[in-house]
């Protein structure tokens, strides 16, 4: 299994910016896949996840109304488009699939919202 994480950056609060996950390796349009961060000193929290059609998703409420988690099943891609950015959104985000008993990250991707 195989995930990788782009499109992290430097953005201004108000800013957008939106992540990608390239995933390989497992039958990818059958299982849910998953957005978490983690910023220094805190523990890796969940932002988003979306079923395996795309048509259910689900956010923590500090993202809610400001992030949208997407998939392109036949790229095999997972997007996370982020608007009206927040300092405390700075983190670095990881791209997850459970599949095979298994959990799978990738490397991640660091955001950084600062003026």
């Known amino acids: 299994v195989q995930l990788v994480e782009s499109g992290g950056g430097l953005v201004q609060p108000g800013g957008s910016l939106r992540l990608s996950c390239a995933a390989s390796?497992?039958?990818?349009?059958?299982?849910?896949l998953s957005w978490y961060r983690q910023a220094p000193g805190k523990e890796r929290e969940l932002v988003a996840t979306?079923?395996?059609?795309?048509?259910?998703?689900v956010y923590a409420n500090s993202v809610k109304g400001r992030f949208t988690i997407s998939r392109d099943n036949a790229k095999g891609t997972v997007y996370l488009q982020m608007n009206r950015l927040k300092p405390e959104d700075t983190s670095v985000y990881y791209c997850n699939v459970d599949w095979a008993l298994r959990r799978y990250w990738g490397q991640g991707t660091q955001v950084t919202v600062s003026s």
């Open positions: 979306i079923s395996s059609a795309g048509g259910s998703t």
């Open positions: 390796g497992f039958p990818f349009s059958r299982y849910p």
